[in-house]
């Protein structure tokens, strides 16, 4: 074999050695990564308060009352004047009409067991809820009332947020929610609070390290700074004053090269 053909041939592999190298970066590409490559899965039963147990134990043991409260809040919506309707240590509970029942809600924020009592009635969708713990943006756990068993899904479109429900029958749940950690969250953090004008940093009612940054789908993206559409992308989100008429600050970030690619409306 001459000189001249064994460099053609070296060359040649070379050049395939690069296609293939081209090839897997390409499927690295920020458009086909997975979620799994980003998440840190957190061991929730670590950082409770509760055991599931415990907390399942106390529903039982007061089911019958549980119902009668649920039913109560359902029904008389317009006694509360407000939609959901919310009960708290100290909060609306004396609107409650029925003595017994008034009384059953008073025990269970006086036991120190339930922190808030919730429900909306969107018949045939009707939710009650009972937060017994929740650590922000880490958890939340309680007893919930659905009354279509399709409202035990959850959102797939979340990566990072996991719902997890036991049915306890009747319509009853127990629910465990929890925010898995992510690779560099802190960084996202971080881009995000340089992106906030000092006038939106005053209305902020989370501090820069309690912003909430999840994995999602591309399709939760509201508005796109530019043509590129991801799959996965990295939301962080800001709780303001105006949550309840704008809603939060939320940006969204390609997990790849940490840009800013777009945000959701405030109206």
Request: glycine share 6%; charged share 25%; with cysteine.
């Amino acid at each position: 074999m001459n000189l001249w053909l064994m460099k053609f041939i070296s060359i040649l592999i070379c050049f395939g050695l690069v296609v293939c190298g081209c090839a897997s970066l390409k499927s690295k590409d920020t458009e086909h990564v997975e979620a799994s490559d980003f998440i840190i899965p957190l061991n929730v039963s670590e950082v409770m308060k509760r055991p599931e147990t415990e907390v399942i134990k106390y529903f039982q043991n007061r089911r019958e009352d549980f119902d009668i409260l649920g039913s109560y809040l359902l029904e008389n919506e317009r006694v509360f004047q407000t939609r959901p309707v919310i009960l708290q240590q100290d909060y609306a509970i004396e609107k409650i009409q029925e003595t017994d029942i008034q009384q059953f809600a008073q025990t269970l924020f006086q036991e120190g067991i339930v922190k808030r009592i919730s429900s909306l009635n969107d018949d045939p969708s009707k939710r009650i809820d009972f937060l017994f713990d929740v650590e922000d943006n880490l958890y939340q756990q309680g007893i919930t009332y659905l009354s279509l068993p399709e409202m035990a899904k959850g959102d797939p479109s979340k990566f990072s947020y996991v719902n997890d429900y036991k049915n306890l029958g009747g319509g009853w749940y127990y629910y465990i929610f929890h925010y898995d950690k992510l690779k560099n969250e802190d960084e996202f953090r971080n881009l995000a609070w340089t992106k906030i004008s000092e006038k939106e940093r005053n209305t902020l009612t989370t501090p820069k390290e309690k912003a909430i940054v999840t994995l999602e789908s591309g399709k939760n993206v509201g508005n796109w700074i530019d043509d590129r559409k991801l799959d996965v992308v990295v939301s962080v989100q800001f709780d303001t004053e105006m949550n309840g008429l704008l809603g939060p600050i939320t940006m969204f970030f390609d997990p790849m090269t940490k840009d800013l690619i777009g945000g959701n409306p405030r109206f």
